[in-house]
């Protein structure tokens, strides 16, 4: 197993790795909207949060050695409902022509307020 870790998605805040690599996957841990560096301040509006998620997950792929295309599944989590829509559109602008498994879960309220976290297992090329 190789622990990755980049300064390109906010480094972990607890006892986790952004991502572990094991056996040709990546699993890349819960990103919540934050951008990378010290600074803990989510962008405004679930289109931005759900977009600031989206490169997170990049930055960590690439750190990986691979690549959005090579998602497999992603679970996107969201404290109601009524946002699916707006994430679904951020999702397909962001994602293209990648077309991982997907579930989009309706939660109760999320860590620290934010309007969406994600997770996702990428296969490396």
Same mark, same amino acid.
């Given at each position: ?55 997170? *997950? ?24 009524? *946002? ?42």
């Amino acid at each position: 197993m190789e622990r990755i870790e980049t300064t390109g998605a906010p480094l972990p805040a607890g006892h986790y790795s952004q991502a572990i690599k094991a056996n040709g996957f990546v699993f890349v841990s819960g990103q919540l909207p934050f951008p990378p560096g010290a600074q803990r301040v989510m962008p405004d509006g679930i289109a931005a949060q759900a977009r600031q998620c989206l490169e997170n *997950l990049r930055a960590i792929l690439d750190a990986a050695g691979t690549t959005m295309e090579h998602l497999v599944s992603v679970q996107i989590f969201i404290p109601d409902v009524s *946002l699916w829509g707006q994430v679904n559109a951020v999702y397909e602008a962001v994602m293209g022509s990648a077309r991982p498994a997907r579930t989009v879960v309706p939660t109760t309220a999320l860590h620290y307020g934010a309007l969406i976290e994600l997770n996702a297992v990428a296969v490396c090329p």
